[in-house]
């Protein structure tokens, strides 16, 4: 059982004068540049970068992750598990939603019951699907009950809480939100421009801002060039390498880079024949130059990889190695496996060893970084073809159906482990389009998914790393960084790993 | 004149019918699954199945086809899959940025092309005509994207004179500020529009001086013009009143095509200058799959260019009495 009410109490004393005060009094209205805009403001629905920036000012989770992704309290003042099934939550006191109505144990409960329904077709629906009931005993107390013991549970209830009144009673809150948040919609010419103004009522205070505006220029450039123009006052990721090396070079703009909670990773398709043999999968992965990738390609924006654990995670360990690029060790290890160079390609049993590198357009580096690769693998006799399309033609009908042998692509907003292990490696994960079956892992991941404490969590991940890190369903090559310029005039900006921008708003003393 | 003109509009009807199957059929052929898009990597494929199941995605072409006419046909033009709002509102919102940004284009390349086809038409032959129709060749061949990004450079970032991003009041309700004692608004507004205006009407621009170089050079031969001459009429007389009005006629079936192109070619300007119009927001949705908007957007598109068609024939007979409707 973990008693948190100690915690809690400490946090709630020091989060006020905490809450850093970057931004100085004279500037009245912030303009972020984003790249698209939100599809939709409902929390619950949110599934694009904007959506998820906007929704964290709108509304307040049950928690929040602190810069290192432990859990926070915020609308749940404290919280206890009487046994690893069961979670309870005590809310916070004097919380009002931006319509005025207080938040009750009620909003919460009717939040998590909407997400679970099959028909809201909440995009993370999957995550939270171990929630076997959820219930209010009382106006401000929540009782999670779980089907199994699931610890991730906690990270992921940072989601937004919604009204459950102005739900009922018809209101779009996609188009116009009701939340508890410190910033709530003032309006939004969709595809064009959102403006927020503070929420006069907020529980920790408010904020000093008139207006955040985020403004939508899905061109990197043109963003970066409108920024240099002066008409946005802080763009962060996505950007293009070659624009942050020009904003980096002049003095006006401030730079904050921190790691972000993405990776960028080759997906094996261990079903396939070719690439069943984890030996030939490590031969294969001593080929990715990865040095040159991340430093010449993404110009250094992202940070070479070693395993699957992020570095900005509790979870990291540095020991915890994949193979590095190295010709020579790789034609070794094909030889080993019976391939003869014939001309110029391995082949064995009249079979020539060939491979499908394949990613989408939207990402020219991607497309690069595969290309670069192609000519890597055919100068050591592996016959490699490239394989590019668009987004939806690759993802939906080629990677999660495993007709792939080799993909690069990505994974964002990996704030536990599980999230980026269990789906992913896990015998029984909606996400193994690698195919990949080793009951030693299963077991692994679901220790690292059960456990509530964080140490014996941070075991079973490490372990199961190294298992990835050697048999290779993923090979890890980046992992991505996020950057961020902003108007000196805001003073000094904290980097938020997701783009976030509570820091940006500042707080004043209620 | 008006049979003409109602046998036009009928016409439209088939058109229309054609362009809704046509895209409808393509869309459904693209690979990549609106569902699985809609829902994100992280999801299941169970609630990815549930889903196609709600928004009637595995039902057979036919009936997906037939529910979606007979909704257009009650004026339903359906849901935006990503954005939460039904189709005909977003079209609504944002059709007026993108005529306003098309028609400020038009009336740029209208100014420039005939200006400068007729000066290098009067100076044909010497440096002033080769000069520019080096430059109406450069128009021709820049590409709008790499064009808006240097012009952005040079008068937003390096001189600050006009704003990179973003669109003022709209034209309207600016003219209307303007009017009632807040003219900084109209300007505002029209500081946003001239660089992506320009931007996009520059390849329109070069391809109208050329063909009103042309056009003149043929007219200034006539005898016509000669008898102006002859009437003792000054040559700026002779230049606008006699030769450019009917060196104009061909010049206007160019203009109407080329204001087709301008609406659906503002895309790219659009997404460059984040000017809030429906250029940006096609290109989303045929990335992210949205098959209603996609199918609403192509079809406004082509009823646009449909009428704008219309509208250039009915002005042959009011500039050239020859040419008669029936």
């Known amino acids: ?510 | 004149m008006l049979a003409y003109v109602i046998r036009r509009l009928l016409l439209l009807i088939p058109t229309a019918a054609g362009m809704v199957v046509i895209t409808f059929s393509l869309l459904l052929l693209i690979p990549g699954d609106p569902a699985a898009v809609l829902l994100g990597q992280e999801a299941s494929q169970a609630d990815i199945a549930n889903l196609r199941a709600t928004l009637g995605l595995d039902l057979p072409w036919g009936t997906q086809l037939a529910r979606y006419v007979g909704a257009l046909l009650q004026g339903d033009m359906g849901r935006s899959l990503f954005q939460n709002e039904s189709v005909s509102s977003i079209i609504g919102a944002r059709i007026g940025a993108t005529a306003e940004l098309a028609v400020a284009a038009l009336v740029i390349a209208i100014v420039i092309g005939v200006s400068l086809g007729v000066l290098a038409a009067m100076r044909q032959g010497t440096k002033v005509d080769t000069a520019l129709m080096l430059l109406a060749q450069l128009g021709v061949s820049m590409p709008v994207y790499w064009l808006g990004i240097l012009l952005m450079l040079a008068f937003s970032v390096k001189l600050g004179w006009l704003p990179a991003i973003g669109r003022g009041e709209p034209l309207g309700s600016a003219v209307w500020a303007a009017l009632s004692g807040q003219p900084a608004v109209l300007a505002d507004s029209i500081a946003h529009l001239l660089l992506p205006a320009f931007a996009l009407g520059v390849n329109s621009a070069a391809i109208i001086s050329r063909l009103v170089r042309t056009s003149m050079i043929e007219v200034l031969q006539e005898d016509f013009v000669r008898t102006a001459y002859a009437k003792g009429l000054r040559r700026t007389r002779v230049m606008v009143r006699h030769a450019l009005r009917n060196a104009l006629l061909p010049v206007i079936s160019i203009i109407g095509l080329r204001f087709g192109l301008l609406l659906g070619g503002g895309v790219l300007t659009e997404t460059i200058f984040g000017w809030p119009g429906l250029g940006q927001l096609t290109i989303a949705a045929i990335s992210q799959r949205d098959l209603p908007l996609v199918q609403g957007i192509v079809l406004c598109f082509a009823m646009m260019f449909a009428l704008v068609n219309l509208l250039v024939d009915l002005s042959y007979s009011l500039v050239d009495p020859r040419v008669r409707m029936a």
Do not use: C
Not at chain 1, 470 to 481: A, I
């Open chain 1, 1 to 510: 059982m973990i008693k948190r009410r100690l915690l809690a109490a400490a946090f709630l004393v020091l989060s006020v004068p905490l809450i850093p005060m970057g931004v100085q009094a004279q500037v009245q209205t912030v303009r972020v540049g984003v790249d698209v805009d939100a599809g939709t403001l409902d929390p619950r629905l949110a599934r694009d970068t904007s959506a998820y920036r906007a929704t964290d000012l709108i509304y307040d989770g049950l928690v929040r992750l602190s810069p290192d992704l432990k859990p926070e309290p915020n609308l749940a003042q404290s919280w206890q598990n009487p046994d690893p099934k069961t979670w309870i939550f005590k809310l916070r006191d004097g919380v009002t939603f931006h319509d005025g109505s207080p938040l009750t144990a009620d909003d919460v409960v009717f939040t998590y019951q909407t997400l679970l329904k099959p028909e809201l077709n909440a995009p993370l629906r999957s995550l939270f699907t171990p929630i076997a009931k959820v219930e209010a005993t009382d106006p401000k107390t929540v009782v999670f009950t779980l089907s199994s013991p699931y610890a991730p549970l906690l990270t992921y209830l940072e989601m937004g809480i919604v009204s459950k009144k102005a739900v009922e009673g018809g209101a779009d809150i996609g188009l116009k939100p009701i939340g508890t948040g410190p910033m709530k919609l003032a309006r939004w010419n969709r595809g064009s421009r959102m403006v927020l103004e503070p929420n006069p009522n907020y529980w920790a205070g408010v904020s000093k801002l008139k207006e955040l505006q985020l403004v939508v220029i899905s061109d990197n450039t043109a963003r970066a060039q409108a920024f240099e123009a002066k008409d946005l006052d802080l763009i962060q990721s996505p950007l293009s390498p070659q624009d942050i090396k020009r904003l980096q070079a002049n003095a006006q703009f401030g730079n904050a880079v921190t790691s972000g909670l993405g990776i960028t990773y080759l997906n094996f398709n261990t079903g396939e024949a070719t690439l069943a043999d984890p030996k030939l999968r490590r031969a294969l992965a001593m080929l990715v130059d990865q040095k040159t990738i991340v430093g010449d390609i993404y110009q250094g924006v992202d940070r070479e990889a070693s395993s699957i654990l992020l570095p900005s995670s509790w979870a990291f360990s540095a020991n915890i190695k994949q193979p590095t690029f190295d010709v020579a060790g790789a034609k070794k290890a094909i030889e080993a496996l019976g391939w003869r160079m014939a001309g110029n390609v391995y082949t064995k049993d009249g079979k020539k060893l060939s491979v499908v590198l394949s990613t989408h357009s939207e990402d020219p580096n991607r497309v690069q970084s595969v290309e670069f690769m192609q000519s890597i693998f055919q100068q050591a006799g592996v016959e490699a073809t490239v394989r590019v399309t668009d987004w939806p033609a690759f993802s939906a009908n080629y990677v999660q159906k495993s007709q792939h042998q080799v993909a690069l692509l990505g994974w964002l907003n990996i704030v536990d482990p599980d999230r980026l292990m269990y789906g992913q490696f896990h015998s029984k994960g909606t996400l193994n389009w690698s195919k990949y079956n080793n009951p030693a892992l299963d077991k692994l991941l679901d220790e690292g998914r059960e456990a509530l404490d964080i140490n014996l969590r941070k075991t079973a991940y490490g372990k199961a790393a190294q298992i990835i890190a050697d048999d290779l369903p993923y090979y890890v090559l980046s992992y991505q960084g996020y950057q961020m310029f902003y108007s000196k005039a805001l003073g000094t900006v904290k980097p938020n790993p997701r783009g976030y921008l509570r820091d940006v708003i500042a707080f004043q003393k209620k």
